[in-house]
């Protein structure tokens, strides 16, 4: 190609680069219309009508949706289920929140070492996170039925009849649900914990052992303040997700007994099944609320924590 030949092309790149910048991309916003017309109907106006309908008569009794302001709230905190409920939802998220990071933790400083027992046994623990939520809720549902196989190994072991109704129980079964909830997500949080541990210098641990300091002084002194934000993010997380729970509670206790670990979105699934929509948005909304109240101060404490630390 001639020295001419190679300026015209040159010339003709530049021109052809000019008029994209003059009249938009090579890959105009309309490409994404599909998408965000999905986005729009499946998520940013069911969300929007969250704000609405809450102050609607909205119902399967009635034919017209009529504004009646407050009186939603006012009939739901009255009632007094709702608050069971919201209670009922912050010790399952503070109860979640402890045992999922404290049993992460401690995996993942057990299964530290890059051996192929510890990458196998890692790999046993993360599956559950690929389980269905509402499969392991049927079950663990099972195994812990009266007559399930928990109570069932128990017995032969004993030589007695063991009858313990681990999902029937008022003070403990939360606890027991709670466990369930752990099982199918600690190992998200194991793997998560690892990743910061090995993100500590090798130079530090070995200066900390130096100056004298044993295992549980470099770890706590050392490299536990080194990981503050696998902590923050698995913390929160923890919370919010367990906040939003659903699956788990419904296929293994359904809120009972005596609804002792009836959350809030199985309250709302309930009475939202009994025709009263707009008071299961009402309950969808103060779920809204009382998640950001919570997971900004609680992110913000962290945050600040990473920080000073």
């Known amino acids: 190609m001639s020295s001419a030949e190679t300026a015209n092309t040159y010339s003709l790149a530049q021109r052809s680069l000019t008029t994209r910048k003059l009249h938009g991309s090579s890959h105009p916003w309309w490409f994404a219309a599909p998408a965000i017309a999905v986005m729009a109907a499946f998520f940013v106006v069911p969300n929007a009508l969250n704000f609405v309908y809450p102050f609607t008569d909205w119902s399967s009794f009635k034919n017209t949706i009529n504004f009646v302001g407050f009186s939603n709230f006012a009939d739901v905190l009255a009632d007094g289920t709702v608050l069971k409920a919201l209670r009922a939802t912050l010790i399952y998220a503070a109860l979640v929140a402890v045992f999922q990071n404290v049993f992460g933790l401690a995996l993942a400083l057990l299964f530290e070492r890059d051996t192929a027992l510890n990458r196998f046994c890692r790999a046993m623990f993360f599956l559950p996170v690929l389980i269905s ?55 998200l949080t194991m793997i998560i914990y690892i990743a910061g541990l090995k993100s500590v210098s090798v130079d530090v641990v070995e200066a900390a052992s130096i100056d004298g300091a044993n295992r549980w002084q470099t770890f706590w002194r050392v490299r536990f303040p080194m990981i503050a934000p696998a902590v923050t993010f698995n913390v929160a997380t923890a919370m919010i997700g367990a906040m939003n729970s659903f699956d788990i509670v419904l296929a293994t206790t359904k809120g009972g007994p005596a609804d002792s670990t009836q959350v809030l979105n199985v309250y709302m699934f309930k009475i939202f099944g009994q025709g009263l929509f707009a008071q299961a948005t009402v309950t969808s909304l103060s779920l809204f609320i009382v998640v950001v109240l919570i997971a900004i101060p609680l992110i913000a404490y962290l945050r600040r924590r990473e920080n000073i630390l």
Do not use: D, E
């Open 133 to 187: 939520a509402l499969a392991v809720g049927y079950i663990f549902q099972a195994l812990l039925a009266t007559g399930g196989a928990l109570n069932g190994t128990l017995s032969a072991i004993t030589g007695q009849q063991i009858s313990i109704a681990w999902l029937g129980n008022t003070s403990w079964t939360i606890i027991v649900v709670t466990l369930i909830h752990t099982w199918k997500w600690v190992g």
